[in-house]
């Protein structure tokens, strides 16, 4: 007997506590932002906090600055006094949790359940301290409506309706026994017109009026909501189809990649075995073939670089990889290994390094990448024999590296077009100077450095060349 | 007569290491090939080579830097070298200090470079 009373007494409960803290859809949570449930009743609460003080404060004021005799101060005060005190156990509840990431159904429920209280504590008190200044005289009657808006903004329009009628029947109770006399509500003068009690007649002009105006808030709210919540649910719905098409766009990219680079490095090797006479002698026709194939196909190998670099950085997780590492050596070691390209070009090369190590917080691959592709850059655009300067130093909290060259140079016209997505500049054939290339590059660059929390710059003069370069934030170490 | 140097090319792609060989026996080295990081370990204890080319993305994921580090830790003496393709080393962020490389070619490899490169290190004229 006692199981299934129970059993009966657990479903009633459940239907009811269904019935408040569902959505329209009828799952849980209820809110708009559900997301930030803790984030708005900590915000309800500090502002029901603020407003104990101002009913402390405003009838203090009332009473020996308005002169309004009549007011009840002190009961006032003692109803802000129990408003606070109802908030600290509201806060002491529901919010040592709120900094945990992990949150538990019970607890996201316990908030759900401390909210309910917050608003249905809320309209008892205002119907107190509406009874304190004047019943269905008091100005504060208008307080009334802004609690309806605020249950019909975070509630479901059921919800918010029985909110609303809830909020009415107080309202109507005070109006009864105000026009009844049974519990004859103050008066204090000044702040209401008069201390005669109200008429019948008045009681039920004031009654309708309130209603309508109480039930009208309460439709136009909650039908506003109802667009936002879903334009919202769409938004979201939306954006999750965004998401999965953006993931399959990576992992297609990344098998796109794959299969097209061993092929295409294969060719590539076999006709440079050719061209260099390995399978025998080709005539000046046959080399010129080979030669203008090699060269589309480096141009291939390079966009399919950029694209791998670009692959590699969407997928790069910043906050779970961003490590410790020290620039300067990094910049040594990326010097080392392209001293052969270097070397191909006849540049000189001038490093000027600073004395003291400096630590960058980020990916070191990524910004590897980064210089790496301001160094090719520069050694590409600068015919033979050029000269390159590498440069690092800082600036207040941030480290500058330039890499400088006097080669080709870029008009002032072509500069802002610089750093953008597939850009590729209109370029004169230079002897000597390979003007291919993807336009993905230095996009890579910018996207790289301002993901670390850095800018680019390019500073140019056609002609005479140009400094490429970078801020970072330097790392603050222990 | 100088005894000929003997390269190792450690690859899975047999079209690569066909044309490796071509360049490198054109300059006048001896090639052995391993098509995979077991036989290519198995390779270098029988023809001892006197350099390695090893290329970065094999069966397994970055295979190559295992068959570096494995051959590393057996103090083989002589310089190994990697090959990668474009975006391997930023992908899998290679090290080729820390490998004990003598350095990364990037594929397609320029003969040029590839034979420059392995005869100033290996002294060869």
């Known amino acids: 007997m006692t199981n299934s009373t129970g059993k009966y007494s657990q479903s009633i409960l459940s239907k009811l506590i269904r019935f408040f803290l569902r959505d329209e859809e009828g799952s849980f949570p209820v809110f708009l932002h559900s997301l930030r449930l803790e984030d708005q009743l900590y915000d309800f609460t500090i502002v029901r906090f603020l407003v104990s003080f101002l009913i402390v404060v405003g009838s203090l004021f009332a009473k020996y600055v308005l002169k309004i005799y009549e007011l009840n101060h002190k009961a006032l005060i003692l109803l802000a006094i129990l408003l606070f005190l109802?908030?600290?156990?509201?806060?002491?509840?529901?919010?040592?949790?709120?900094?945990?990431?992990?949150?538990?159904?019970?607890?996201?429920?316990?908030?759900?359940?401390?909210?309910?209280?917050?608003?249905?504590?809320?309209?008892?008190?205002?119907?107190?301290?509406?009874?304190?200044?004047?019943g269905v005289y008091s100005p504060f009657q208008t307080f009334f409506i802004f609690h309806v808006i605020i249950t019909s903004i975070l509630f479901s329009p059921l919800i918010a309706f029985v909110y609303t009628a809830y909020g009415y029947l107080l309202f109507l109770a005070l109006a009864i026994v105000s026009w009844q006399q049974w519990i004859p509500p103050i008066y204090p003068i000044g702040a209401v017109p008069s201390n005669v009690p109200p008429t019948g007649t008045y009681i039920i002009t004031v009654a309708v009026v309130q209603g309508l105006l109480f039930f009208l808030t309460a439709s136009l709210t909650t039908h506003l909501m109802y667009f936002l919540r879903e334009g919202q649910r769409q938004i979201v719905r939306i954006n999750k189809d965004l998401e999965r098409l953006c993931d399959q766009r990576k992992g297609f990219l990344q098998i796109a990649l794959h299969n097209l680079r061993a092929p295409i490095s294969a060719i590539a090797m076999h006709l440079q075995n050719l061209l260099y006479g390995y399978g025998g002698e080709l005539n000046e026709t046959q080399q010129s073939w080979v030669q203008r194939s090699l060269t589309r196909i480096d141009e291939l190998v390079s966009f399919l670089h950029d694209l791998e670099n670009l692959s590699v950085m969407e997928n790069a997780d910043l906050l779970r990889e961003a490590k410790e590492f020290e620039l300067n050596s990094l910049i040594e070691k990326i010097l080392e290994e392209n001293q052969d390209l270097i070397a191909s070009k006849k540049h000189t090369i001038k490093v000027d390094l600073p004395e003291k190590k400096i630590y960058i917080l980020g990916i070191q691959r990524l910004i590897r990448e980064a210089i790496l592709n301001f160094l090719t850059n520069a050694i590409k655009y600068t015919p033979q024999n050029g000269k390159i300067i590498v440069r690092v130093f800082t600036h207040s909290s941030y480290v500058r590296v330039e890499v400088e060259d006097n080669g080709i140079g870029i008009s002032q016209e072509d500069i802002p077009k610089l750093f953008k997505e597939f850009v590729r500049l209109k370029q004169q054939k230079i002897e000597g100077v390979d003007t291919t290339g993807s336009g993905l590059g230095l996009y890579i660059v910018r996207q790289v450095i301002e993901s670390h929390g850095g800018r680019v710059f390019v500073r140019s003069q056609l002609g005479k060349g140009s400094i490429f370069g970078f801020d970072l934030p330097i790392a603050r170490r222990k | 007569m100088e005894q000929k140097k003997v390269i190792l090319i450690i690859d899975d792609d047999p079209d690569i290491r066909s044309a490796l060989r071509v360049m490198l026996e054109s300059a006048g080295f001896v090639v052995g090939e391993a098509a995979n990081g077991e036989e290519g370990l198995k390779a270098v204890q029988r023809i001892q080579p006197d350099a390695v080319i090893i290329d970065l993305m094999m069966e397994n994921v970055d295979s190559g830097s295992q068959v570096a580090t494995k051959l590393k830790e057996d103090k083989y003496p002589g310089p190994m070298y990697m090959l990668s393709s474009a975006g391997d080393a930023v992908r899998y962020n290679i090290d080729a200090r820390e490998l004990g490389l003598a350095g990364i070619f990037q594929k397609p490899v320029d003969p040029k470079v590839l034979i420059s490169t392995l005869k100033a290190k290996l002294g060869v004229a």
């Not at chain 1, 529901?94 to 990431?101: S, T, W």
């Not at chain 1, 992990?102 to 809320?122: F, G, M, N, Q, R």
């Open chain 1, 86 to 134: 109802v908030n600290t156990v509201n806060f002491a509840i529901a919010f040592p949790a709120r900094k945990k990431k992990e949150k538990s159904k019970k607890y996201h429920l316990l908030l759900v359940v401390i909210l309910h209280l917050s608003i249905a504590t809320d309209f008892l008190f205002l119907t107190i301290a509406i009874w304190l200044i004047g």
